[in-house]
């Protein structure tokens, strides 16, 4: 699905921030990227879709380098790409209708997106993936007017409307409280699983990343110092990503895997009461 191979980034300052990564990620992987502030985390996924430009390497998307595409063609190649950002980038003025629907710009005419036409299917669309993350009730509410948690699902359905092949996520729990983090990783998970999407997230949160993605990927200094499975994310591994600390209170361990609403189902009627 997406691939980079040694992708680098020099600042204009001199620094360095991505130094020759290479990294595969398939269809239907949730990869979590974690590391110190200053990684290279948030480099990288703008480097992927070109938000920020690479000066090495190349980005493979089902194997079309984005690195080599015109302005037009990468307009046409992002549309394949959804980007959920952690201070949620809504307009405030939309509402959650508008605001999902704009995720559809990049494939209507000039004139229906100025005038917000958009076809019915489109509009049948976003109704069934607000119905899926329990948003049907404020459909026309405007986005001022939604919790934090509600805006973070709203930036969801905008970048599935897309229907992507590949999501990019920066930091989606920074800015909630503990139990919506899970619910909207969890969200995010299922989402992902149900459509094939490769994701790559960019989290801090090292407990959560190790209890929702499938592969972590620790990045130091700008270059890949772990690749594997959650389970591998011992005191030793976080020491080498993060430097040395106590590390015992982080990790996980199988048999804590679980909690009191690990398993709930993600009912649309409670996201939407909890939000």
């Known amino acids: 699905m997406l691939a980079l191979e040694g992708l680098e980034k020099r600042y204009r300052t001199g620094d360095l921030a991505l130094k020759g990564v290479s990294l595969e990620v398939p269809a239907g992987q949730v990869m979590a990227l974690i590391g110190p502030s200053g990684a290279g985390k948030s480099t990288l996924i703008r480097c992927v879709n070109r938000l920020i430009e690479p000066t090495g390497g190349r980005v493979l998307l089902k194997g079309q380098d984005m690195t080599a595409l015109s302005a037009r063609g990468l307009r046409r190649a992002r549309r394949r790409i959804g980007m959920i950002?952690?201070?949620y980038a809504l307009i405030e003025r939309l509402t959650v209708m508008e605001n999902v629907l704009s995720g559809r710009l990049g494939y209507v005419g000039f004139w229906s997106s100025w005038f917000r036409r958009f076809p019915q299917a489109d509009i049948d669309a976003a109704f069934g993936l607000l119905d899926r993350v329990g948003l049907t009730p404020f459909v026309d509410k405007r986005a001022d007017a939604l919790s934090g948690g509600q805006?973070?699902?709203v930036g969801i359905c905008r970048a599935l409307i897309q229907n992507p092949?590949?999501?990019?996520?920066d930091e989606?729990?920074?800015?909630l409280d503990p139990k919506t983090s899970r619910q909207i990783m969890r969200l995010i998970v299922?989402?992902?699983t149900e459509r094939g999407l490769a994701a790559i997230i960019n989290i801090h949160d090292v407990a959560l990343a190790q209890q929702f993605a499938q592969r972590i990927v620790g990045l130091r200094l700008g270059e890949v110092v772990f690749d594997g499975p959650p389970s591998r994310l011992d005191a030793g591994v976080l020491t080498e990503i993060y430097g040395e600390e106590d590390w015992?209170?982080?990790v996980r361990?199988?048999?804590e895997e679980g909690g009191e609403d690990d398993d709930e189902a993600l009912d649309p009627a409670r996201l939407a009461a909890n939000a």
């Not at 092949?165 to 996520?169: A, N, P, R, V």
């Not at 989606?172 to 800015?175: G, K, L, N, Q, V």
């Open 248 to 250: 015992s209170q982080t």
């Open 190 to 192: 299922e989402l992902c």
């Open 253 to 255: 361990h199988a048999s």
């Open 165 to 169: 092949d590949l999501l990019l996520i």
């Open 151 to 153: 805006r973070q699902r």
């Open 172 to 175: 989606p729990t920074a800015s």
């Open 85 to 87: 950002f952690q201070e």
